[in-house]
């Protein structure tokens, strides 16, 4: 079984320019998380979508970054414009709904911001 | 001070060796405990979760909770050098409750 999958992996851009990542899920895995993780840090979480519906976006910073969830199964997750300081990696993970304690993750997008 | 402590090693021991990551946290709603295995430039990966306290093993690895402590450990029986790797635990309140990690353990196994 194909596990997460994530695109670009590694994306190179100057700041104020946007960027997109995309996800694609464990087939039935109705939960899916974006997180983003610096350098010696644990993972930090942007969103949770239940299905298409954003269930916590609380840490989401809501003037660069957005994420949609159409059909319930793809993600994509935006920043515009970017700053030198969202370089990081972007994970994005999923689980069976009412089991966030065990999510599978992508291999992540490393994003460099120069 | 953070939710969860982990000590960010390095950690470095021969091959063969037992290995014990551990860390510590303030929440004692926290009912969950996860560890996870970081290879570098790779998404963390799923070891093992824990409900509540006790014991739980699989293969070489052992997961303990002690909740009266606020305090868990991973143990590692017979060190290999592919479990170098950063470990990660997680953790949470109920079983649709947002993961608090810690930074990370980096481990090193000699050969």
């Known amino acids: 079984e194909a596990g997460v999958v994530q695109s670009p992996r590694y994306k190179i851009i100057e700041k104020k320019q946007p960027v997109a990542f995309w996800c694609n899920p464990i087939s039935g895995h109705n939960t899916l998380y974006w997180y983003r993780q610096n350098l010696g840090q644990g993972p930090e979480l942007l969103i949770r979508y239940e299905n298409e519906e954003a269930v916590d976006d609380s840490q989401l910073p809501k003037d660069r970054f957005s994420a949609e969830r159409l059909k319930g199964v793809d993600s994509t997750l935006k920043i515009q414009p970017a700053e030198l300081g969202d370089s990081a990696v972007y994970l994005c993970?999923?689980?069976?709904?009412?089991?966030?304690?065990?999510?599978?993750f992508g291999p992540g997008t490393r994003l460099t911001v120069t | 001070q953070k939710e969860v402590e982990q000590d960010p090693g390095p950690l470095s021991v021969p091959e063969g060796a037992i290995v014990s990551l551990n860390c510590t946290y303030s929440n004692s709603a926290f009912q969950y405990f996860m560890w996870y295995r970081q290879y570098s430039r790779k998404g963390p990966e799923l070891l093992m979760y824990?409900?509540s306290s006790g014991n739980k093993e699989d293969g070489r690895f052992t997961a303990q909770v002690d909740k009266s402590s606020k305090y868990i450990s991973l143990f590692i029986r017979d060190s290999q050098p592919s479990d170098s790797a950063t470990y990660l635990c997680a953790m949470s309140e109920g079983s649709n409750y947002q993961l608090i990690w810690g930074a990370g353990t980096k481990l090193i196994i000699k050969p």
């Open positions: 993970a999923s689980s069976f709904s009412g089991s966030s304690y065990e999510q599978y």
């Open positions: 824990t409900y």
